[in-house]
């Protein structure tokens, strides 16, 4: 991979005003401590002379990609590829600047993709379970909401004039996309169904409602803002949360399946986005996908699965078939490179969290390699010239790489040590793998099945297991887990935080995770060229 040593002298369309415009940020966001602090760090690490602007920002989250899951991962796609495995290098590996993010939440050592992400998409920490607010928030209180909103960047860069974009391979009102445009009290708020009814009474919205009005409600917060039209790219899956639970509204035609639709107010609120964005695609498929014309596309909403989109490794069964992550990633940037002013995309690799959750190695792995491809599709088709590329995870899960394996030991193999053709046998006599989990629902020999979340269906195996005759490296092998849990967990250590581009040398060093937003808002002074687009 290659870096081309950037000038952006001239770059940025937007012309600096000698004036200022009104401040975009909420005066209790300027005045937060974890705001002020991660401004301060970022301050810190300007270089004297030299210094260069984004144009255009791509952040990326693995979620659940943590330490363990990177190097597994490495090793695997060199495998793969013929390789003894260790020697290789993923996409990432060759980016110039690399730091540490600190993932706790306000109120928890081990934190949730809400608060994590609230905080690299705001620049202030937050509580578990809460999205776009401060901790002044009480999870689940609708009332507590409204004063403790926090501006994100990509609504900094939808101010600024800038064409904006979220793709995620979990469902788009999930935590972590979610955080990029929602406000709530609570992560779980998906659509009005999964709301009490109090807090529909309260008027708040659920985040489907949300990002389809994503315009409307910035517009109202900032009336005097005149260059804000809207997400322009929407891709992921959780068309349920979109859809009235009425089987007339399905997009798969299968009787069998029930209604697709979750929503019980009964609107389609995909259709409130086509009028919205008349001239707009909106898709639900591989073939439509297809048929994007990405230099005419104005808005695309992309919603590919009921739920998730599926596992990498299983995405081959999905009915009407889905983009990979890459083909999203790349479709996505020829959109949003149409704009003269930049862009802002923020790209998740959601599923990544969901098969270490369900204790699958293979599958988390998978997905980790295809986030690699997406990123470096990325880098060959940004102008890196002008473009900060930032990625990172939100936290890390309960995995590890353990016993002596020789070099070059199949990753997802029993532990074979130097000197010997024999898997190496534990204090109780039965081997065991190199990969494995401190905690979930335990080792499963499912042979050649696709979908980790088959395990949700079967009871709780935790503890030791004889694995002298089974295929550890089927893909439906789950690794063995120590301690019984209903799914296995996050981890609270610190995760990597790659950079490349310009600012890039903003993340070096241990961070707070709230100095992400610092770093990519100093380096494409987000917030800069919002306060000049109102008065």
């Not at 578990?128 to 909103?149: A, F, K, L, P, Y």
């Not at 086509?274 to 990405?294: E, H, I, K």
């Not at 909403?301 to 790349?330: C, K």
């Not at 599958?363 to 060959?380: H, M, P, R, S, Y």
Request: aromatic share 6%.
């Amino acid at each position: 991979m290659q870096f081309r040593k950037t000038c952006l002298a001239g770059a940025i369309a937007l012309v600096m005003s000698p004036f200022a415009g009104a401040e975009v940020v909420p005066e209790h966001q300027l005045n937060n401590a974890w705001w002020l602090a991660g401004k301060q760090s970022v301050d810190s690490k300007v270089p004297s002379r030299g210094r260069k602007f984004a144009k255009n920002v791509i952040l990326f989250v693995g979620d659940g990609m943590g330490v363990t899951t990177v190097t597994a991962a490495r090793i695997l796609e060199g495998q793969l590829n013929g390789m003894l495995g260790e020697e290789n290098e993923l996409s990432v590996d060759a980016f110039p600047y690399t730091g540490l993010s600190k993932t706790y939440n306000v109120d928890a050592q081990t934190p949730d993709s809400a608060g994590t992400m609230t905080a690299m998409m705001s620049g202030v920490k937050t509580d578990v379970g809460v999205i776009g607010v401060d901790e002044d928030i009480v999870r689940g209180d609708c009332s507590t909401v409204t004063g403790n909103e926090l501006v994100t960047g990509l609504e900094l860069a939808e101010i600024a004039g800038k064409a904006t974009g979220v793709v995620s391979t979990a469902r788009i009102t999930h935590a972590t996309p979610a955080a990029t445009y929602a406000k709530s009290a609570d992560r779980n708020w998906e659509d009005n169904s999964d709301m009490p009814q109090e807090a529909v009474d309260a008027g708040c919205s659920d985040i489907a409602d949300q990002l389809i009005n994503f315009e409307q409600n910035l517009q109202a917060r900032y009336p005097s803002a005149n260059k804000i039209n809207g997400l322009e790219v929407v891709m992921g899956g959780g068309r349920r949360h979109f859809l009235p639970k009425d089987e007339a509204f399905n997009v798969e035609k299968d009787p069998a399946s029930g209604a697709e639709g979750d929503r019980t107010d009964g609107r389609d609120l995909t259709a409130e986005w086509q009028a919205t964005y008349p001239d707009g695609a909106l898709v639900f498929d591989q073939s439509g996908f297809n048929a994007l014309d990405t230099e005419a596309t104005s808005h695309v909403l992309a919603l590919f699965n009921e739920s998730h989109m599926q596992y990498e490794q299983d995405r081959h069964n999905d009915i009407l078939g889905e983009p990979s992550l890459t083909e999203m990633t790349e479709a996505s940037i020829e959109i949003l490179d149409n704009d003269p002013n930049g862009y802002f995309l923020v790209v998740e690799s959601g599923r990544i969290d969901h098969s270490h959750h369900a204790g699958n190695a293979q599958g988390a792995l998978n997905d980790t390699i295809e986030f690699a491809k997406a990123i470096q599709a990325a880098v060959e088709t940004a102008n890196m010239e002008e473009t900060l590329i930032v990625v990172t995870a939100d936290h890390g899960h309960v995995f590890t790489i353990a016993g002596y394996p020789k070099r070059g030991n199949p990753i997802l193999g029993k532990v074979v040590p130097v000197g010997s053709d024999e898997p190496a046998l534990a204090a109780d006599d039965l081997p065991y793998t190199t990969l494995g989990y401190t905690n979930g629902r335990g080792m499963r020999d499912l042979g050649g099945e696709t979908d980790p979340d088959t395990t949700y269906g079967i009871e709780i195996a935790a503890g030791r297991t004889d694995l002298s005759l089974v295929d550890t490296e089927a893909t439906g092998y789950h690794q063995e887990a120590l301690v019984p849990t209903s799914s296995e967990t996050h981890s609270g250590e610190d995760v990597v935080i790659y950079g490349a581009g310009p600012g890039a040398y903003a993340i070096g060093g241990t961070n707070e995770q709230n100095v992400i937003f610092h770093a990519i808002n100093q380096a494409a002074r987000l917030q800069k060229f919002a306060n000049l687009r109102v008065d």
